[in-house]
Nanobody, 122 residues
Framework: QVQLVESGGGLVQAGASLRLSCTASGRTFSTYGKAWFRQAPGKEREFVAAISSSGARTYYADSVKGRFTISRDNGKNTVDLQMNTLKPEDTAVYYC???????????????WGQGTQVTVSS
C-alpha cells in the first residue's frame, strides 16, 4: 500500500519557521516529481512548491518565493518544505504529492498525503 505521510505542522507566530516533512512508503518515488500544495479554510487547494525527480529543478508559487524551500532525499524517499518568515496567510492544511508529470497543477499528481495543519498567528 502506497502512503505519503506529512509531519511537522503546528501553531507558530508570524515570522517563525517550520519544516514540513513527507515520508513515502510502499514504493519508491525517485522518478517522480514531488510537490507541496495547501488549502486554507473556504479556499481551493493551491500550489506551493515542486521539485523534479532528481532535485535539480524547483518551482515556487509567487506567494512563497524567497521564504520557502523544497528539497528531497531519494534515498530516504522524503520531500521537505522549509518555511521561513511565516505569515498568517500561510495558514492552511499542507499536502505533499507525487506524480510522474510533476507540475503546478494538482491533477498532475497521482499520490497524496493526508495533510498537516499549519497555523500562523499574528
Amino acid at each position: 500500500q502506497v502512503q505519503l505521510v506529512e509531519s511537522g505542522g503546528g501553531l507558530v507566530q508570524a515570522g517563525a519557521s517550520l519544516r514540513l516533512s513527507c515520508t513515502a512508503s510502499g514504493r519508491t518515488f525517485s522518478t517522480y516529481g514531488k510537490a507541496w500544495f495547501r488549502q486554507a479554510p473556504g479556499k481551493e487547494r493551491e500550489f506551493v512548491a515542486a521539485i523534479s525527480s532528481s532535485g535539480a529543478r524547483t518551482y515556487y508559487a509567487d506567494s512563497v518565493k524567497g521564504r520557502f524551500t523544497i528539497s528531497r532525499d531519494n534515498g530516504k524517499n522524503t520531500v521537505d518544505l522549509q518555511m521561513n518568515t511565516l505569515k498568517p496567510e500561510d495558514t492552511a492544511v499542507y499536502y505533499c504529492a507525487a506524480g510522474r508529470a510533476g507540475g503546478a497543477k494538482d491533477y498532475e499528481y497521482d499520490y497524496w498525503g493526508q495533510g498537516t495543519q499549519v497555523t500562523v498567528s499574528s
